[in-house]
């Protein structure tokens, strides 16, 4: 009965390289959401989707940021041409169809660094 | 828009003790719900209470309970005999009506220190 599965847990690139996270919701969840939690900050909301659907992109910066939720296999988020202000955890969350954010399910984040 | 605060930065408590997380909350919809996380430092966000706006009584989960008053609208969190594995970021958060259930909006924490 695993829970929200983040992987890699930590993850360095170099400046201009592309970063990939990588999330599997809890068995049953069908809805997956990106939270980003920048150094001694707050988690903000960056997208939600569901499968093969961006429900909600309002959090996600205009350029070089994508998510997606395949039919099958994980929820990928991607930032292409990383910069340093890209440092920062990224949090995943799912939830059950039909329940909006009551019973939102974190993973342990991925943490990524920018060098 | 919604807007969460946490006015304390830092707070540092003995063993054993009381602890009140102060959280407001703005917002203009009249369906929400309230939340706390603990991020210890493994990093992981752990849910420790939720309160929903219609809720008559305030949410308590074992030494966990929420201070609910709406007029002032607040949503402190109260954590009974204080523990060492207390010691962690406390995060309130806040979900939106329809709209916005989907989303929640954290504030920018605060760090709980207990004393032995």
């Known amino acids: 009965n695993a829970g929200v599965m983040q992987n890699p847990r930590h993850l360095v690139r170099r400046r201009g390289q592309e970063a990939r996270l990588r999330c599997s919701p809890m068995k049953g969840h069908s809805h997956v959401y990106w939270y980003r939690q920048l150094p001694e900050e707050g988690l903000k909301f960056m997208v939600y989707?569901?499968?093969?659907?961006?429900?909600?992109e309002s959090g996600m910066p205009k350029e070089r940021f994508s998510a997606e939720f395949p039919k099958e296999g994980p929820s990928i988020l991607r930032i292409q041409q990383v910069v340093r202000g890209d440092s920062a955890a990224y949090f995943c969350a799912s939830s059950p169809p039909l329940s909006g954010a009551n019973v939102l399910t974190f993973g342990a984040g991925s943490r990524l660094t920018v060098l | 828009a919604q807007k969460i605060t946490q006015t304390q930065p830092g707070m540092f408590v003995q063993e054993k003790e009381a602890v009140t997380l102060d959280c407001t909350y703005d917002?203009?919809?009249?369906?929400?719900?309230l939340f706390w996380y603990k991020q210890p430092s493994s990093g992981e966000m752990i849910f420790l209470i939720y309160q929903g706006s219609y809720d008559q009584q305030n949410a308590t989960e074992g030494r966990y309970s929420l201070n609910f008053q709406k007029a002032r609208k607040s949503a402190n969190l109260v954590i009974s005999a204080s523990q060492l594995g207390d010691s962690a970021m406390y995060f309130c958060?806040?979900?939106?009506?329809?709209?916005?259930?989907?989303?929640?909006?954290f504030g920018q924490g605060t760090r709980l220190t207990i004393n032995p």
């Open positions: 917002t203009s919809d009249p369906s929400y719900g």
């Open positions: 989707l569901q499968k093969e659907n961006i429900i909600d």
């Open positions: 958060a806040m979900r939106g009506g329809i709209q916005g259930a989907q989303k929640l909006v």
